[in-house]
DNA sequence: CATAGGATCGCCT
DNA sequence: GGCGATCCTATGT
């Protein structure tokens, strides 16, 4: 079973539900050459009324612009100069909310993976930590604004991959101190017994 | 225009 | 565990 996950998926208004339902979906990639893909394994949301949320309140810039687009668009912008976080944004036109994808499990074109990483086998910190996982896949920002469901570059997979409930798990998101009280909700989630976690 | 700092990583000790 | 890399982005003058 390999089925595209359509617009409507990622369209609907609840970020943390998509977050989670993505876990076990496949994160697949084209550059032209090579297919490589992963099965996501631990994700954030960032919703529109949450402080660690470029785009909250509705704060319109260049950058965030891409985060009030349909649901189902990328949102790849540059953090620390050197990494390229993939984000999924999520919900209706101009409501800009999203899912960051932080690690993967490594499925199809492992060779190139592993090129681009730099590694000889795989090793947990393969595809663990989101700027790895755009590494490894080979996402930069020129796969801003994307839309999934159509795009020969970048897409998502539903191979069948299911997790219940109680194999995931649910803590605060990572790095957003800044955040105040909203650095404590619980979006951060993750397949409990998955090695490919970015902090375990 | 100038400036501070970031949803991080990898290397060093 | 600490820190430098590296450059875009947002903000203020």
């Known amino acids: 079973m390999k089925k595209r996950l359509p617009q409507k998926f990622y369209q609907r208004n609840d970020v943390t539900l998509i977050a989670r339902e993505l876990l076990g979906k496949v994160l697949c990639t084209h550059d032209g050459r090579k297919l490589t893909s992963g099965m996501i394994t631990e994700v954030e949301a960032y919703g529109r009324m949450d402080k660690a949320c470029h785009a909250y309140n509705g704060k319109r810039t260049p950058r965030t612009e891409t985060m009030f687009l349909p649901g189902g668009n990328t949102y790849v912008y540059l953090c620390y100069g050197i990494h390229s976080l993939f984000n999924i944004v999520t919900n209706k036109k101009?409501?800009?909310?999203?899912v960051l994808i932080r690690s993967i499990e490594a499925l199809d074109g492992i060779e190139t993976i592993l090129a681009r990483r730099k590694h000889a086998k795989i090793k947990t910190n393969t595809t663990s930590g989101p700027g790895i996982v755009?590494?490894?896949?080979?996402?930069?920002?020129?796969?801003?604004?994307?839309?999934?469901?159509?795009?020969?570059?970048?897409?998502v997979e539903d191979r069948g991959f299911t997790f219940a409930t109680s194999e995931i798990t649910s803590t605060t998101r990572i790095g957003i101190d800044y955040a105040e009280e909203d650095a404590l909700l619980p979006w951060r989630f993750y397949l409990s017994n998955s090695p490919f976690v970015s902090k375990r």
Not at 94 to 98: G, H, L, N, Q, S
Not at 138 to 151: C, D, F, K, V, Y
Request: glycine residues 4%; aromatic residues 4%; negative net charge.
């Open 94 to 98: 101009d409501v800009p909310e999203a």
């Open 134 to 155: 755009s590494s490894a896949l080979g996402i930069t920002r020129s796969a801003n604004a994307e839309m999934l469901p159509h795009s020969e570059r970048i897409w």
